[in-house]
């Protein structure tokens, strides 16, 4: 598909539109370009970022949400997201270390889970079963997560 310049006032429902219809190239071609023109773009940087990791492109996804970590602190879930990325590009240490960057009371269970998970993939199963019972005793995520490291010392 040839580039085509998006008109005024309609760059968001295009994108948005493109994402909507499994057209992760041609937005990821037009998000590319608003980052060369805009490196700091937070919402191009966003979507860019959403669109490698939907593509399972987890390397680029995760120097996406880096890049908006490093440039918006605040939002700590863009944090996440690259612990996430890394995580999922079997770069576990990588993706522990930017874990521990975070510092906000309201991704505490996430980052618990996330760290439970990559302890798992690297067959530390005592402390990734420390990790699951810390969860919140209603999370259905506890039993499931108990029975897969029983099943896993088991086997």
């Known amino acids: 598909m040839a580039f085509m310049p998006i008109k005024d006032g309609e760059f968001t429902s295009t994108i948005y539109g493109m994402i909507r219809d499994n057209k992760f190239t041609d937005a990821m071609r ?3 370009y608003e980052v060369q023109r805009n490196p700091e773009s937070r919402a191009a940087l966003s979507l860019l970022g959403y669109c490698y990791y ?5 390397i680029m996804a995760a120097e996406c ?3 908006l970590s490093e440039l918006y602190p605040q939002h700590t879930d863009y944090r996440l997201y690259h612990a996430q990325a890394l995580y999922n ?10 874990l ?3 510092n906000d009371p309201k991704m505490e269970k996430k980052v618990v889970k996330l760290d439970a998970a990559i302890k798992y ?3 530390d199963l005592q402390n990734a ?5 810390q969860f919140d005793s ?4 506890i039993e499931v997560n108990l029975a897969c490291l029983d099943l896993k010392v088991i086997f």
């Not at 939907?54 to 987890?58: E, P």
């Not at 079963?129 to 019972?133: A, C, N, Q």
């Not at 209603?138 to 995520?141: E, R």
């Open 30 to 32: 037009v998000l590319q």
């Open 54 to 58: 939907y593509i399972q492109d987890y």
């Open 65 to 67: 949400y880096e890049k």
């Open 89 to 98: 590009a079997y770069m576990f240490p990588e993706a522990v270390s930017v």
């Open 100 to 102: 521990a960057l975070i």
């Open 121 to 123: 993939r690297e067959e």
């Open 129 to 133: 079963r420390i990790l699951v019972e």
């Open 138 to 141: 209603d999370d259905p995520d």
